[in-house]
């Protein structure tokens, strides 16, 4: 009980200097720049409250539930040797943490809301609700192909920076005939996937795989899957804007 | 009564998102790891934690951190504010919203300076190099590339200049500086683009952009409005690279200045120096 709470406090200071930095900013720029105070002052301090509330319980349920699991997962994966399942496993850790990720249900909302407002979908709730599901499912594929892949360039000792520069060839000749309204969220979207969930548990497999493989060094082989978790959800994007 | 009934919408939702991850977590452990969790009341409640945490999250997220990205940016470019700190006289120019550039600036340093998940990372770095890599350094290096990224993609935004022409023209840095720089640190500042653009720091980003675009005149929130977190990410990796170069070459001089010094104490007839 009391190691739960201390956990619980650890995740509140950190969700709250998570947090400060933005309010300094904020705060200084409205003093002194500006000299003004926003209009609905309460209303942005019951918000903040609910961030670092919310952040609170999510890193800490992340903490106590998801990561141990997730790690030992990650690496009974890693020393089974079974390469199917290790691929399956990555596709489902990229997929099922993406989808998941705050950041990316809040940009993507926004996302269709600016897309409804432009008339580029239907300015209906259900408009907007596929076309943010469509954006969120399109971008965890595309993490559960990129950590897979990344896993295979791991097992097979590819070179990273060949992938990673195929990758950008890629993104550079679809900008080309991909639709002007995608282009900013298909590159958006690389940054806004890896974040809390996505990160700890991802770097747990790579490392965990590089180190169960003989002949590895786990800087060098075990980095690398964040960056294609950034690269493959702008290509995969584009795709879609694409299509749709 | 309508709070409530709005958190309750949302909490039916956020139990969808975490679906999947309850769904892989629980079905390859018994059909395929077949062994009994250990500490399933731990991981249980983990999860309902994390229900609880992304819904309030959300929740706030929509009164605070969004409203606050879009009034910093329709306060910082309202014409009467821009009136009394311009530089320049007549029509507005890109050099006017300077303090558009500052503020972006101060976020990216500011949030990406205390990011825990980079902080792991840069000990490790600093591990693995033998400390030719610096904690500070490689932090102030993420950091410096991320104001900078944000500031950049603020001005592109003001400008209304397509931004695949940044991000090309920032593919082909990457690739000329991988070719130089010390083979460890590749992967580690491929990976610190995704890593230092967090959870917080993303919604607030993407709202101040939007709100950019709407405001600055003859801008479009569908066109310009987004491309400010591939700015953020994409950065660092430069700014890491050449961080790692930077001392590369820092390294390299002092070896040089060493062994010239052992040179010359030889020709004098004394013992070299260790």
Redesign the interface.
């Given at each position: 009980m009391k190691q739960t709470l201390q956990l619980f406090t650890k995740a509140l200071f950190?969700s709250m200097?998570?947090?400060?930095?933005?309010v300094?900013?904020?705060a200084?720029?409205q003093i002194i720049?500006?000299q003004?105070t926003?209009e609905?002052l309460p209303?942005?301090?019951?918000?903040?409250?609910?961030?670092?509330?919310?952040?609170?319980?999510?890193?800490?349920?992340?903490?106590?539930?998801?990561f141990?699991?997730?790690e030992s997962?990650a690496h009974?994966?890693a020393s089974k040797g079974s390469v199917f399942?290790l691929l399956t496993?990555g596709f489902?850790?990229g997929?099922?943490?993406t989808?998941?990720?705050?950041?990316l249900?809040?940009?993507a909302d926004?996302?269709a809301q600016?897309?409804a407002?432009?008339g580029?979908i239907e300015l209906s709730e259900h408009a907007m609700e596929s076309y943010a599901s469509g954006l969120r499912i399109t971008v965890a594929l595309s993490v559960g192909f990129a950590i897979a892949l990344g896993v295979l360039r791991i097992i097979l000792n590819w070179s990273?920076?060949y992938i990673?520069?195929i990758g950008?060839v890629m993104?550079?000749v679809m900008?080309g005939f991909a639709p002007?309204?995608i282009?900013?969220?298909a590159?958006?979207s690389?940054?806004?996937?890896?974040?809390?969930i996505t990160?700890?548990l991802v770097t747990a497999l790579g490392i965990g795989l590089a180190s169960s493989i003989g002949g590895r060094n786990p800087?060098?082989?075990?980095?690398?899957?964040?960056?294609f978790?950034?690269l493959f959800p702008?290509i995969f994007v584009l795709g879609y804007g694409m299509i749709f | 009564m309508q709070f409530l009934d709005e958190l309750f919408s949302l909490l039916l939702a956020t139990s969808f998102?975490?679906l999947?991850?309850a769904?892989?977590?629980f079905?390859?452990?018994f059909l395929?790891?077949r062994k009994r969790?250990r500490?399933l009341k731990?991981?249980?409640?983990?999860?309902?934690?994390?229900?609880?945490?992304?819904?309030?999250?959300?929740?706030?997220?929509?009164?605070?951190?969004?409203?606050?990205g879009r009034?910093?940016a329709e306060?910082?470019t309202n014409p009467e504010?821009l009136q009394t700190v311009r530089l320049t006289t007549g029509e507005l120019h890109w050099q006017d919203y300077y303090?558009v550039y500052i503020?972006a600036f101060?976020?990216g340093a500011?949030?990406t300076?205390?990011?825990?998940?980079l902080i792991a990372v840069a000990m490790?770095?600093n591990e693995?190099s033998a400390g030719a890599i610096g904690v500070w350094g490689l932090r102030i290096a993420v950091a410096i590339g991320v104001a900078f990224g944000l500031a950049l993609g603020s001005y592109r935004i003001v400008e209304g200049i397509?931004?695949?022409y940044f991000?090309?023209v920032g593919?082909v840095i990457?690739?000329i500086q991988?070719f130089f720089s010390p083979?460890?640190i590749?992967?580690?500042a491929?990976?610190s683009?995704?890593?230092t653009?967090?959870?917080?720091?993303?919604?607030?980003v993407?709202?101040l952009g939007?709100g950019l675009a709407e405001t600055v005149p003859g801008r479009?929130?569908?066109?310009?409005?987004?491309?400010?977190?591939?700015f953020?990410?994409l950065c660092p990796i430069i700014s890491v690279m050449a961080y790692a170069q930077l001392s590369e070459l820092k390294d390299a001089r002092t070896l040089k200045k060493q062994l010239n010094e052992d040179y010359y104490v030889n020709r004098a007839g004394n013992k070299p120096k260790k």
């Amino acid at each position: 009980m009391k190691q739960t709470l201390q956990l619980f406090t650890k995740a509140l200071f950190g969700s709250m200097r998570d947090l400060l930095p933005i309010v300094l900013v904020i705060a200084f720029f409205q003093i002194i720049v500006l000299q003004q105070t926003p209009e609905n002052l309460p209303q942005i301090f019951t918000g903040l409250l609910f961030v670092v509330l919310g952040l609170t319980f999510f890193i800490f349920g992340l903490e106590q539930g998801l990561f141990p699991i997730g790690e030992s997962m990650a690496h009974a994966f890693a020393s089974k040797g079974s390469v199917f399942w290790l691929l399956t496993f990555g596709f489902s850790l990229g997929f099922g943490t993406t989808i998941a990720e705050p950041a990316l249900i809040a940009v993507a909302d926004e996302a269709a809301q600016v897309a409804a407002e432009a008339g580029l979908i239907e300015l209906s709730e259900h408009a907007m609700e596929s076309y943010a599901s469509g954006l969120r499912i399109t971008v965890a594929l595309s993490v559960g192909f990129a950590i897979a892949l990344g896993v295979l360039r791991i097992i097979l000792n590819w070179s990273l920076q060949y992938i990673i520069m195929i990758g950008y060839v890629m993104v550079i000749v679809m900008t080309g005939f991909a639709p002007d309204e995608i282009i900013g969220i298909a590159y958006d979207s690389g940054g806004v996937t890896t974040s809390t969930i996505t990160v700890p548990l991802v770097t747990a497999l790579g490392i965990g795989l590089a180190s169960s493989i003989g002949g590895r060094n786990p800087m060098l082989d075990g980095f690398g899957l964040i960056a294609f978790a950034s690269l493959f959800p702008i290509i995969f994007v584009l795709g879609y804007g694409m299509i749709f | 009564m309508q709070f409530l009934d709005e958190l309750f919408s949302l909490l039916l939702a956020t139990s969808f998102d975490i679906l999947p991850i309850a769904v892989i977590i629980f079905g390859f452990q018994f059909l395929v790891i077949r062994k009994r969790i250990r500490n399933l009341k731990k991981v249980l409640t983990g999860m309902l934690y994390v229900l609880i945490g992304i819904t309030f999250f959300l929740l706030g997220l929509e009164q605070a951190l969004f409203p606050i990205g879009r009034s910093m940016a329709e306060q910082l470019t309202n014409p009467e504010f821009l009136q009394t700190v311009r530089l320049t006289t007549g029509e507005l120019h890109w050099q006017d919203y300077y303090w558009v550039y500052i503020f972006a600036f101060a976020i990216g340093a500011g949030t990406t300076i205390a990011e825990p998940a980079l902080i792991a990372v840069a000990m490790k770095a600093n591990e693995v190099s033998a400390g030719a890599i610096g904690v500070w350094g490689l932090r102030i290096a993420v950091a410096i590339g991320v104001a900078f990224g944000l500031a950049l993609g603020s001005y592109r935004i003001v400008e209304g200049i397509p931004m695949h022409y940044f991000i090309i023209v920032g593919y082909v840095i990457v690739v000329i500086q991988t070719f130089f720089s010390p083979k460890l640190i590749v992967p580690l500042a491929y990976d610190s683009g995704g890593v230092t653009t967090s959870t917080v720091t993303v919604p607030l980003v993407a709202a101040l952009g939007l709100g950019l675009a709407e405001t600055v005149p003859g801008r479009s929130a569908l066109i310009d409005g987004f491309g400010l977190i591939a700015f953020a990410s994409l950065c660092p990796i430069i700014s890491v690279m050449a961080y790692a170069q930077l001392s590369e070459l820092k390294d390299a001089r002092t070896l040089k200045k060493q062994l010239n010094e052992d040179y010359y104490v030889n020709r004098a007839g004394n013992k070299p120096k260790k």
